[in-house]
């Protein structure tokens, strides 16, 4: 079993930045990918960004490319998602999931955390 927390989230200005975490408890966590994904209200969870567990490769979602950075300190069991020029369309929950496969699905996923709420302004 793993327990995953976020926390970072908060009311931040277009164009401003914000550092996701989310960290990890139980479990082997470093053989395991962690996604992160995030629900607007009224829209189904999607896909952000991931990190494998193997070689640290990562991948994301075309929305995010270039802004957004995830890493892994796998001695501090975090996960970390850097957020450069937010955008309002950014605003939503965001969660991590962790599961040994770095897939892009949510269902694939086993583990979730509560989730930390991010509001961009204009």
């Known amino acids: 079993q793993v327990q995953l927390v976020e926390s970072g989230g908060g009311l931040v200005q277009a164009g401003g930045s914000l550092r996701l975490s989310c960290a990890a408890s139980?479990?082997?966590?470093?053989?395991?990918?962690v996604g992160w994904f995030r629900q607007a209200p009224g829209k189904e969870r999607e896909f952000v960004a991931r990190?494998?567990?193997?070689?640290?490769?990562?991948g994301y979602a075309d929305s995010v490319k270039g802004r957004f950075t995830i890493s892994r300190d796998n001695a501090k069991k975090t996960v970390y998602l850097q957020m450069n020029s937010l955008k309002q369309e950014d605003t939503a929950v965001y969660y991590c999931?962790?599961?040994?496969?770095?897939?892009?699905?949510?269902?694939?996923?086993?583990?979730w955390g509560q989730g930390t709420q991010v509001t961009v302004s204009s």
């Open positions: 999931a962790a599961d040994p496969r770095a897939t892009t699905v949510p269902h694939e996923y086993d583990y």
């Open positions: 139980g479990g082997t966590f470093s053989r395991y990918a």
């Open positions: 990190i494998s567990w193997s070689d640290g490769s990562t």
